[in-house]
């Protein structure tokens, strides 16, 4: 079992919808849950990170963490073309280096 | 955000030739870098951990002999690929904490390493 899952997609959203990304970790000591945006050819860039259950949000992104199902999610709202990346999902687990799934490809379709 | 710089951002050499990566934070100093690799259409998978005055900390699997890690100061950390081979061709990318009480993670812009 990967430590964290994404569903690689693609996940094609139309512009203006919710995308929902969706991850799951193994470790129950995970502490701290970090998205990411990638671009082709780019190093990742922090989108947010949640520490608490519940929901988190900032601007058109809200990360959700509910740790006794083990699994943390991004929506994005008023998706927009440029909002296409890879989102990576990162986990913390207490050894300070992060945990990265897989990613997950989106297209928002104009 | 904070800055972190990596140099060079592209390199193309010989097999055999050894590669010298740096990865420096610009506006605060940075006890512990991390060394990640990418590989097309796969996610960054942890290479090693750098701290600062002491030896790193490689991943299993991660050739400590073939990837050097000097952590000389508190901005500075370099990646050598020694002997390098078209299996190493990757992307390298280095990311910084702040000090121990911070999780956040800044990422450089990553070094594309061609071994011909």
């Known amino acids: 079992q990967k430590e964290v899952e994404q569903n690689s997609g693609p996940l094609s959203v139309p512009e203006g919808a919710i995308a929902s990304l969706n991850c799951t970790y193994s470790d129950r000591g995970s502490q701290s849950f970090f998205w990411y945006r990638q671009y082709s050819g780019k190093s990742p860039e922090l989108i947010m990170f949640i520490y608490s259950n519940g929901d988190k949000e900032d601007g058109r992104f809200t990360a959700q963490l509910n740790k006794a199902s083990q699994y943390v999610s991004l929506l994005i709202r008023d998706s927009q073309p440029s909002d296409s990346a890879t989102y990576l999902c990162a986990v913390d687990t207490g050894r300070r280096a992060l945990t990265f799934g897989s990613g997950t490809r989106l297209q928002v379709q104009p | 955000g904070a800055v972190v710089s990596q140099h060079p951002s592209r390199v193309i050499c010989k097999s055999g030739t050894s590669v010298k990566i740096e990865c420096r934070s610009l506006?605060?100093?940075?006890?512990?870098m991390f060394w990640y690799r990418q590989f097309p259409k796969q996610s960054l998978m942890l290479m090693a951990t750098?701290?600062?005055?002491?030896?790193?900390?490689?991943e299993q699997g991660v050739e400590k002999d073939k990837f050097l890690i000097n952590h000389a100061s508190l901005t500075l950390s370099t990646l050598t690929v020694t002997s390098a081979h078209p299996e190493d061709s990757s992307f390298y990318i280095c990311?910084?904490?702040f000090g121990s009480g911070s999780d956040e993670q800044f990422f450089g812009p990553g070094t594309r390493l061609t071994v011909l």
């Open positions: 750098s701290n600062e005055g002491s030896k790193a900390t490689y």
């Open positions: 990311s910084a904490r």
């Open positions: 506006d605060f100093q940075a006890t512990t």
